[in-house]
């Protein structure tokens, strides 16, 4: 009788510890407004290339433009700071995909552009999408679905500078004045 009073006690506590942390505690990561962010924020502009394991004509750069927003958007890192991303040159000849991807991060925080927004994290986000995809669907063809090479990922951080040379160059190839190959 005595073990089950205490027991119960021991019980009754846990539970009201468990109520009133719940309440008291506010996890700030929780609660972030997506318009603030966008006013004090900096924005940051990345580039890179990856090729397609199979390149067919049906594939097109705004279903590439929509892979890319999904990863981006989706991820538990990185969504809330994510604004765009945005397919500058792309060939179904040679499969070669340029991308600029746009973030939106708040004032600077020790650590937080080492970290969160390294080229290398950012690039290691869609390379584990691909990843992830191609352990659910095995057996799926690579021309079936718009796969990508993982090994062939590039990214890094893109000036102003760069990101205008680029849209020109965009601009460019888009009237058949010049031709993109690799960046």
């Known amino acids: 009788m005595v073990i089950t009073a205490i027991f119960l006690v021991s019980l009754l506590l846990i539970l009201i510890c468990l109520v009133l942390y719940s309440s008291i505690n506010t996890d700030e990561d929780d609660y972030w407004d997506p318009d603030e962010l966008l006013s004090s924020g900096s924005v940051h ?4 290339t990856f090729e397609l394991m199979c390149g067919l004509p049906h594939f ?3 279903d ?3 892979r890319l927003s999904e990863v981006y958007s989706s991820s538990p890192a990185l969504g809330r700071y994510f604004r765009s991303a945005e397919v500058i040159s792309f060939s179904n000849e040679s499969s070669t995909v340029i991308y600029q991807l746009v973030f939106s991060v708040p ?9 969160n927004m ?11 999408n691909i990843y992830d995809e191609d352990s ?14 993982p090994t062939s990922l590039t990214c890094k951080c893109c000036t102003s500078e760069k990101l205008f040379l680029y849209k020109e160059q965009k601009y460019l190839w888009e009237k058949g004045e010049i031709f993109l190959e690799r960046y």
Do not use: A
């Open 45 to 48: 502009n990345f580039s890179g």
């Open 60 to 62: 097109s750069s705004e």
């Open 64 to 66: 590439i433009t929509k």
């Open 107 to 115: 004032p600077s925080t020790e650590g937080f552009m080492e970290n």
């Open 118 to 128: 390294n080229p290398d994290f950012i690039r290691n986000i869609l390379r584990q």
């Open 136 to 149: 659910l669907n095995p057996e799926t063809s690579e021309c079936d679905t718009l796969r990508l090479d």
